[in-house]
């Protein structure tokens, strides 16, 4: 459980320092199950700020998509620190940012937030259509919702994330302050869904990928929405030399998705906001935990998890795996 | 015009008598829906609040070839294919159709664009009124509603078991008579025009946009613009699902000898949209690109063909992954120059 | 008269091992399939893997990627990063449903000639046995 009053005091402590330039949490959103992420950058602003199960979206993706505008002459680079309020998975992030230096440790205040899950907005309309809730509260093994003045309770796997049922890392790995007491983790991850997937032929895995990818407008909001995606200039958008050409064809579409994915090889730390963005619902996790997996596996690698590791492809064992070389 | 009506359950045989037609109607892609063209009859849904990708696909598609050329060919004439068979759009929501005529001050603006003329002029759109609006829909305040007519040639009405349907152009006419559809009486008109003023009264949020498109500019360099780009993730999805959004890039692609200049969708929300070549980029940061695009859609663009770019469909409201609201930014927009006018 | 299949491979050859060994299959005439184009390129590990998808999009029906015996590469490290890096490129094209056939790697020393042109034996049987790539070739798709 968190305190809301004590989150707001916390991120006020923050946020009144010399050395904080402003503030990543999340508000009520405007309508709906899920929150709005905020920025601060005012001690004055955080009776906004709350966290439950809406709290959804993964703030660590906004601390590189600040624009680093050019310093005017004369003057000095704004080097403050961000603060930033993580929920387990979103420490993920933060914590394969800094294997990938990024930035520094010491350019960011992490509030980490132990969380038992956030809810899943497909689910919760399918279960109680187009409205917003009034309260929402996680008690062991059900959610509480308040819906047009009735509280309906229900069990956890019908209403939060597929993500949130198989969490390994419900507690912040990095943070300077905890804002909540730790929780035990819920359910180890056995990659199921990738086994029962793999068990396909070639054949009738193409027939599934090819209906699809065929969905795919491009609009990239998995990659924006993504925290590990965050280069200034991104392959698929490159003109010189053009790799993925923009039309929307089958061809372009799948090979943009394998680029991602493979991208994303060693990388992806499953906050599963690809997934829960995308518009046309296309499984865009099925494609990364299929590597996240062999991964762990094959190279016993997790990323997101150690901030003194290397990232995964710039090092190598002599004894790796050596399978279909020949 | 006329009244008709027809069966609910017998949809799929009016959809597949309209033999004239390439018909175009909301089918069901996994949970969610979109316009696709109808190959089999049984597949399409009524039962839809309102697809995803807008209908706008159909009129400028994601993705469409301008003309082919073979590589060293120096006498290159664009032929425009022609407009092909007649198309039928079934099911359309008021808000799209509306967007079609705001899109139509673009398309036929310094140069008529022939690809998308020739699609509107032979596409027959019959709507499909909303009896129960999404909660972020505020079509009204926009100038369209629930069950408003404009932009179509027929809207229908679900009244349970039957479909009422109005006709309202002679194109709409067409259609009743190519379905082959009865006669209806007082009762289902009577019945409908309720069902439209309830539908009105659901609607749940609004905007009076009186004064929006003059005082948006003045608040070019004013903060509250950050409150909304800092956490936009510039990912598009806003402008990929609005009916009236219509930018387009053009690129050249070739496959040996032969080759072909395309448009595709583009999205001023991604930093590239604006990069020069000598690499300057004159919205290199989100906070102008979002203050640009609801300036665009509520002030140049209405200043240029006097209609707001925007339909009140919520489409950008209900997928942002970050719930950047745009009755939101309007509201405090207002907020913004209430309290400009009085330090003033 | 029958038109059998003949695919097309694109291979990436590293410069100091495997290129040299092709040469050297060249050199000492032994036989190989003509099916294999080759690209040199320094070291395999500057093979992008997204280059054995560009590859497959633009008709190649296999691909192959050759560099020096783990341990012997000319600078050093360079093929244990192409190995990691071609490792998950495989399974990944695999779990999308491309047949794991068509995507190759072999250790080539600038001296095996003959196992080149085995490897390359090898690389067109199995790309025959995949057949040619039509999953998500562009042809004109949509024009």
């Not at chain 1, 909001?221 to 050409?245: D, I």
């Not at chain 2, 990069?275 to 640009?292: A, I, Q």
Request: charged residues 30%.
């Amino acid at each position: 459980m968190v305190d809301t009053k004590r989150l707001q005091e916390k991120a006020k402590e923050v946020l009144i320092r010399d050395d904080v330039r402003r503030l990543i949490g999340w508000k009520r959103g405007t309508y709906g199950f899920e929150a709005a992420p905020t920025v601060i950058t005012d001690a004055s602003q955080v009776d906004q700020l709350i966290f439950d199960a809406t709290c959804v979206q993964n703030p660590a993706s906004f601390i590189s998509l600040e624009e680093k505008k050019p310093v005017p002459r004369g003057a000095e680079p704004d080097t403050r620190k961000i603060a930033v309020m993580v929920k387990g998975c979103d420490s993920r992030a933060i914590v394969q940012q800094l294997v990938e230096k990024a930035y520094g440790r010491d350019d960011v205040i992490v509030l980490g937030i132990p969380c038992r899950g956030v809810i899943d907005r497909r689910k919760a309309m399918k279960m109680f259509g187009d409205v917003t809730p009034g309260n929402v509260s996680l008690n062991g093994d059900k959610v509480a919702v308040e819906v047009g003045g009735e509280k309906k309770e229900v069990e956890r796997g019908e209403l939060l994330m597929d993500k949130c049922m198989r969490c390994r890392y419900p507690n912040p790995l990095v943070s300077d302050d905890l804002l909540g007491e730790e929780v035990e983790k819920w359910a180890d991850d056995e990659f199921a869904d990738v086994d029962e997937f793999e068990k396909m032929v070639p054949e009738e895995k193409w027939k599934y990928w090819e209906e699809q990818f065929s969905k795919c407008i491009r609009c990239y909001s998995c990659r924006n929405v993504c925290p590990m995606c965050y280069c200034v200039e991104c392959v698929v958008t490159k003109m010189k030399p053009q790799w993925t050409r923009r039309s929307t064809d089958i061809s372009e579409n799948t090979a943009y998705h394998i680029q991602r994915a493979w991208h994303l090889a060693g990388r992806c730390i499953e906050c599963n906001e690809c997934q829960r963005v995308c518009p046309v619902d296309i499984p865009i996790m099925t494609l990364n935990r299929k590597l996240t997996r062999d991964v762990k596996d094959m190279f016993e690698y997790e990323p997101g998890v150690d901030a003194e590791a290397e990232p995964l492809l710039a090092c190598y064992n002599p004894q790796d795996p050596e399978e279909y070389i020949m | 015009m006329g009244d008709y009506k027809f069966a609910k359950e017998k949809l799929a045989e009016v959809l597949s008598s309209l033999k004239d037609y390439k018909v175009f109607a909301p089918v069901a892609v996994g949970d969610v829906f979109r316009f696709l063209q109808v190959d089999d009859p049984a597949k399409v849904t009524l039962e839809f609040a309102n697809s995803n990708v807008p209908p706008k696909e159909l009129m400028f598609p994601e993705t469409e070839t301008l003309f082919k050329y073979r590589l060293g060919q120096t006498d290159i004439e664009p032929e425009v294919p022609d407009a092909g068979d007649k198309r039928l759009v079934f099911g359309i929501r008021p808000c799209d159709a509306l967007a079609y005529t705001i899109v139509d001050n673009l398309y036929n603006w310094d140069f008529p664009d022939p690809y998308y003329q020739n699609r509107r002029e032979n596409t027959t759109l019959v709507g499909f009124a909303c009896a129960d609006p999404c909660s972020n829909c505020f079509c009204p305040s926009l100038g369209g509603g629930p069950a408003s007519e404009k932009g179509l040639d027929a809207i229908m009405f679900d009244m349970g078991d039957t479909m009422y349907v109005k006709t309202l152009t002679d194109k709409g006419e067409a259609f009743a008579k190519a379905a082959g559809l009865e006669s209806a009486g007082d009762a289902e008109k009577k019945a409908a025009e309720k069902q439209a003023e309830e539908a009105l009264g659901k609607i749940g949020r609004s905007i009076d946009t009186k004064g929006i498109p003059e005082h948006l500019p003045s608040l070019y360099d004013h903060p509250f613009w950050e409150q909304f780009s800092d956490r936009c993730l510039s990912c598009g999805i806003c402008t990929f699902l609005c009916p009236t959004c219509h930018c387009f890039d053009i690129q050249d692609e070739a496959e040996g000898f032969d080759a072909r200049r395309a448009r595709m969708w583009d999205t001023c929300m991604f930093s590239e949209y604006t990069l020069h070549t000598s690499g300057h980029n004159p919205r290199p940061t989100r906070k102008e690109r979002t203050r640009n695009r609801i300036s665009h859609k509520y002030s140049y663009f209405p200043e240029k063909f006097d209609v707001i770019a925007c339909v009140g469909c919520g489409r950008c409201i209900n997928y942002c992954p970050v719930n950047i609201d745009i009755l939101d930014i309007l509201e405090k927009s207002k907020q913004a120059e209430a309290k400009e006018a009085k330090t003033a | 008269m029958s038109e059998e299949f003949e695919p097309n491979i694109v291979a990436f050859l590293c410069n100091w091992c495997s290129y040299a060994g092709a040469d050297l299959a060249g050199t000492s005439r032994m036989h190989y399939l003509p099916n294999v184009k080759i690209i040199r390129v320094m070291c395999s590990g500057r093979v992008n893997p997204l280059f054995l998808l560009n590859a497959l999009q633009q008709g190649a029906d296999g691909v192959l990627i050759s560099g020096c015996h783990p341990g012997d590469c000319h600078y050093l490290e360079g093929n244990y990063y192409a190995r990691r890096r071609f490792m998950l490129m495989h399974k990944l094209l695999e779990h999308v449903g491309v047949d794991p056939g068509r995507v190759n790697m072999s250790w080539v020393s600038a001296s095996e000639g003959a196992k080149f042109a085995d490897v390359v034996k090898e690389t067109v049987e199995k790309a025959k046995a995949a057949g040619p790539m039509d999953q998500f070739r562009r042809r004109q798709l949509n024009w």
